[in-house]
């Protein structure tokens, strides 16, 4: 699939992303590395070498252009689960997707996945796996680095550089590739006050631009900012949907948390 | 709210158990052949093979290995003659081939974990990668094997072109080796330390440190057992005696070959799409 498909003049309001009646369940190992030996042992005792997960029960959300989704909900409430389904990374166990445009995989662990290398081959190889030519990755090159402020660093090994740097290399090629649909999953809180004003500036502008965003955050108070929606998950289940305002409230009086200064400091 | 009826470009449904459309999954691999070019080349250049003294290496280690077990041969057999030893250097090569396959192979998924998680592709893209960077440490030590053979004085007949089929045998061989054991590490991580025993077995048992003509006809039966038995004897036949290779060791090398790579690629195909779960 073409990242880099040309937007047409006007898609506000129309269907971006619409999830159906969306399951997920997968048996994972219950050791967190499973081994011949773990496998032995468990048979030995009788006990199950994998336990099932249902990450996500009978999901409905549509996401349309010109929009900006917030998803919240408490650690291991399916939110990262949902962002994979869409991207087509995991297959849904029930239900159905249906995405009008290109998504952005580059989610924000894209990048590095090999940290020996240095951050621009791993830009590279990131965007030749999400179906890139190597020509619409150098033709963005030099953007994705003067976003990011990397600098020289872009030609070090990733192992040495700072998990702030890490996160804005990871912002800067998600934001950059223009796809039609962005999928952004905790990557809100990256490095300095600087870099953050700039990163949202940045999904502002995307706003306008006619794109689709989802946005997976703890962050309530960016949120707030630049949400049109707010998606709540609990447990798997799409709790409440609607006014960013409103459902942060919501989930907010659900966590007996008041509205601290503490709890809209991003994580 | 202005609904349209445009065609989706995506759909994601349940999965049937079983391999997935393999039409669209060719087409989505082949779009992105360029990454594993790319990604053999930066793990090369990341093991300093694009330096002088990575590449000397590169040629160094298998002379090293071809040296220490040609000293072993001589110690147990009391004597022997440089054709034993072309014999050793070209078959160790070729064996090197397909255990580098191997153990490169084995991490290959449990490697790509980052990018399994974040992005969609064919994720047999990573095991054949393995195998592309074997290849890629294979070719000088074929061209250091064709030089010590010159030296040696074996003579050159046009049958050592029969290397060319041999080769490719071999290589679908150790695709199909790299893929299933790159699935295998991820349902058992620990199945990496049980490789240096498996190729060492492996090595024992093939004609690389013997020739199969010195092996009795009872363990030959056997040899049918080995998927490498009769390429690498094939491959010793066709480019140090300079003769054409027994059809029925071709075939059987083919079949085992094809079956490997087959069976591995289904298991591989068939588990890929619940590979991110698994991390």
């Known amino acids: ?267 | 709210m202005s609904s349209s009826i445009q065609t989706p470009t995506q759909v994601y449904e349940p999965f049937r158990a079983g391999l997935p459309p393999l039409i669209s999954y060719w087409k989505a691999l082949w779009s992105r052949r360029t990454f594993i070019t790319e990604f053999s080349r930066s793990e090369l250049r990341d093991k300093h093979f694009d330096s002088f003294f990575g590449q000397l290496w590169l040629i160094l280690n298998p002379l090293l290995l071809s040296g220490v077990y040609f000293l072993l041969v001589v110690i147990i057999r009391g004597n022997s003659d440089s054709q034993r030893y072309v014999h050793l250097t070209a078959t160790l090569f070729l064996f090197y081939l397909i255990s580098n396959s191997l153990t490169g192979g084995v991490k290959a998924v449990t490697g790509g974990q980052r990018l399994i998680l974040n992005s969609a592709f064919p994720r047999v893209m990573l095991p054949i990668s393995a195998v592309i960077i074997a290849l890629f440490r294979f070719f000088p030590t074929l061209v250091v094997f064709l030089i010590i053979r010159t030296v040696l004085g074996v003579p050159f007949a046009w049958q050592m072109f029969w290397a060319i089929p041999i080769l490719l045998i071999a290589l679908i061989l150790s695709l199909g080796l790299a893929i299933t054991i790159s699935c295998i590490n991820v349902y058992f991580r620990d199945i990496a330390s049980f490789l240096p025993y498996l190729t060492r077995t492996i090595l024992y048992l093939s004609p690389v440190l013997y020739e199969s003509s010195s092996l009795s006809r009872r363990v030959l039966r056997f040899e049918i057992l080995n998927p490498l038995f009769p390429l690498l004897d094939s491959w010793s036949r066709v480019l140090v005696h300079g003769q054409a290779p027994q059809m029925s060791s071709m075939l059987i090398a083919l079949g085992w070959a094809l079956v490997i790579f087959l069976a591995g690629s289904y298991i591989f195909l068939s588990r890929e799409r619940e590979f991110a779960v698994r991390f």
């Open chain 1, 1 to 267: 699939m073409n990242l880099l498909s040309v937007s047409k003049s006007s898609k506000t309001n129309e269907i971006a992303v619409s999830v159906r009646n969306l399951g997920l369940t997968y048996s994972t190992s219950v050791e967190r590395r499973p081994t011949i030996k773990a496998r032995a042992k468990s048979l030995g005792r009788g006990t199950k070498h994998t336990r099932v997960i249902q990450a996500l029960k009978n999901v409905d959300l549509d996401v349309e252009y010109g929009h900006v989704l917030g998803v919240i909900g408490s650690n291991g409430a399916g939110k990262s689960s949902m962002m994979r389904v869409i991207a087509g990374i995991i297959p849904p166990t029930n239900g159905r997707i249906e995405v009008f445009g290109s998504v952005s995989t580059l989610l924000a662990l894209g990048v590095g996945f090999n940290p020996s290398m240095s951050g621009r081959d791993n830009v590279l190889l990131g965007g030749l796996a999400a179906g890139m030519t190597r020509d619409q990755i150098e033709d963005r090159f030099e953007e994705i680095v003067d976003f990011s402020e990397l600098g020289d660093a872009i030609d070090a090994p990733m192992k040495t550089y700072s998990s702030g740097m890490y996160s804005r290399l990871a912002f800067s090629v998600a934001a950059t590739v223009r796809p039609d649909i962005l999928i952004i999953d905790e990557a809100l809180s990256t490095g300095d006050a600087k870099f953050k004003e700039k990163s949202l500036n940045r999904i502002k502008e995307l706003r306008s631009d006619d794109r689709a965003l989802i946005i997976v955050s703890h962050a309530m108070g960016v949120l707030r900012e630049i949400c049109n929606d707010i998606a709540w998950l609990d447990k798997g289940t799409l709790v409440q949907r609607g006014e960013p305002n409103a459902t942060i409230d919501a989930y907010q009086d659900f966590l007996h948390v008041k509205r601290s200064a503490a709890s809209d400091e991003d994580v």
